[in-house]
Protein backbone atom coordinates (compact mmCIF):
# COMPACT_ATOMS: atom_id res chain seq x y z
CA UNK A 1 0.00 0.00 0.00
CA UNK A 2 2.70 1.99 0.88
CA UNK A 3 3.95 2.36 -3.26
CA UNK A 4 -0.01 3.80 -3.90
CA UNK A 5 0.16 6.31 -1.29
CA UNK A 6 3.52 7.47 -3.18
CA UNK A 7 2.74 7.29 -6.68
CA UNK A 8 -0.81 9.37 -5.61
CA UNK A 9 1.44 12.02 -4.00
CA UNK A 10 3.38 12.32 -6.74
CA UNK A 11 0.53 13.36 -9.20
CA UNK A 12 -0.43 16.80 -9.11
CA UNK A 13 -4.34 15.92 -10.36
CA UNK A 14 -4.56 13.28 -7.13
CA UNK A 15 -2.55 15.29 -4.99
CA UNK A 16 -5.03 18.84 -4.74
CA UNK A 17 -8.21 17.10 -3.52
CA UNK A 18 -8.74 17.91 -0.03
CA UNK A 19 -11.87 17.55 1.92
CA UNK A 20 -13.75 21.18 2.69
CA UNK A 21 -15.35 22.23 6.19
CA UNK A 22 -18.57 20.68 4.63
CA UNK A 23 -17.06 17.35 4.03
CA UNK A 24 -15.27 17.17 7.31
CA UNK A 25 -18.57 17.88 9.33
CA UNK A 26 -20.70 15.65 7.44
CA UNK A 27 -18.32 13.08 8.43
CA UNK A 28 -18.34 14.03 11.96
CA UNK A 29 -22.01 14.09 12.21
CA UNK A 30 -22.89 10.87 10.14
CA UNK A 31 -19.79 9.29 11.52
CA UNK A 32 -16.86 7.00 9.96
CA UNK A 33 -19.41 3.56 9.88
CA UNK A 34 -21.99 5.02 7.79
CA UNK A 35 -19.47 7.03 5.42
CA UNK A 36 -18.10 3.37 4.99
CA UNK A 37 -21.68 1.95 4.55
CA UNK A 38 -22.08 4.83 1.69
CA UNK A 39 -18.67 3.84 0.09
CA UNK A 40 -19.57 0.42 -0.04
CA UNK A 41 -23.23 1.37 -1.66
CA UNK A 42 -21.62 3.38 -4.25
CA UNK A 43 -18.54 0.94 -5.11
CA UNK A 44 -20.85 -1.86 -5.38
CA UNK A 45 -22.91 0.11 -7.98
CA UNK A 46 -20.95 2.63 -9.60
CA UNK A 47 -17.70 0.33 -9.83
CA UNK A 48 -18.51 -3.46 -9.35
CA UNK A 49 -19.88 -4.03 -12.36
CA UNK A 50 -17.82 -5.47 -14.96
CA UNK A 51 -19.20 -3.23 -18.29
CA UNK A 52 -20.10 0.78 -17.38
CA UNK A 53 -22.24 2.05 -19.63
CA UNK A 54 -20.67 5.57 -18.72
CA UNK A 55 -17.37 4.53 -17.04
CA UNK A 56 -15.08 7.81 -16.65
CA UNK A 57 -17.70 10.16 -15.90
CA UNK A 58 -19.48 8.12 -13.24
CA UNK A 59 -18.33 9.80 -10.16
CA UNK A 60 -19.43 13.17 -9.22
CA UNK A 61 -16.66 15.89 -8.32
CA UNK A 62 -17.86 17.15 -5.42
CA UNK A 63 -21.41 16.41 -2.75
CA UNK A 64 -19.84 13.70 -0.84
CA UNK A 65 -16.77 12.19 0.96
CA UNK A 66 -16.63 9.12 -0.43
CA UNK A 67 -17.15 11.10 -4.06
CA UNK A 68 -14.02 13.24 -3.34
CA UNK A 69 -11.90 10.18 -2.08
CA UNK A 70 -11.91 7.99 -5.10
CA UNK A 71 -10.71 11.09 -7.08
CA UNK A 72 -7.51 11.78 -4.97
CA UNK A 73 -7.04 7.79 -4.62
CA UNK A 74 -7.43 7.08 -8.38
CA UNK A 75 -10.83 4.63 -7.26
CA UNK A 76 -13.56 7.04 -9.21
CA UNK A 77 -13.69 4.81 -12.65
CA UNK A 78 -12.88 1.54 -13.61
CA UNK A 79 -9.88 3.36 -16.43
CA UNK A 80 -8.71 5.07 -12.81
CA UNK A 81 -8.34 1.87 -11.41
CA UNK A 82 -6.82 -0.34 -14.01
CA UNK A 83 -4.21 3.02 -14.43
CA UNK A 84 -2.90 3.36 -11.00
CA UNK A 85 -4.17 -0.20 -8.90
CA UNK A 86 -4.16 -2.37 -11.83
CA UNK A 87 -7.48 -3.57 -11.24
CA UNK A 88 -8.22 -4.70 -15.08
CA UNK A 89 -11.66 -3.58 -17.01
CA UNK A 90 -14.21 -5.65 -17.77
CA UNK A 91 -14.86 -8.18 -15.17
CA UNK A 92 -17.01 -7.84 -11.96
CA UNK A 93 -14.85 -6.83 -9.48
CA UNK A 94 -14.47 -9.24 -6.39
CA UNK A 95 -15.18 -9.09 -3.17
CA UNK A 96 -11.48 -9.10 -2.34
CA UNK A 97 -10.89 -5.88 -4.64
CA UNK A 98 -13.89 -4.28 -3.57
CA UNK A 99 -12.41 -4.32 0.01
CA UNK A 100 -9.27 -3.23 -1.32
CA UNK A 101 -11.00 0.16 -2.37
CA UNK A 102 -12.75 0.69 0.02
CA UNK A 103 -9.46 0.27 2.54
CA UNK A 104 -8.16 3.01 0.15
CA UNK A 105 -10.79 5.31 0.06
CA UNK A 106 -11.25 5.12 4.27
CA UNK A 107 -7.63 5.69 4.86
CA UNK A 108 -7.53 8.55 2.52
CA UNK A 109 -10.53 10.05 4.46
CA UNK A 110 -9.21 8.86 7.76
CA UNK A 111 -6.29 10.94 7.11
CA UNK A 112 -8.06 13.95 5.90
CA UNK A 113 -10.74 14.28 8.47
Wanted: charged content about 30%; hydrophobic content about 35%.
Amino acid sequence: MNDIWYRLGKSKFRSKWHLHEKEKIYIQEKGLDTIESHARDFIKKRLAPAIIPNDGKQTPMKGHPVFIAQHATATCCRGCLEKWHHIKKGHLLTPQEQEYIINIIMTWIQKEK
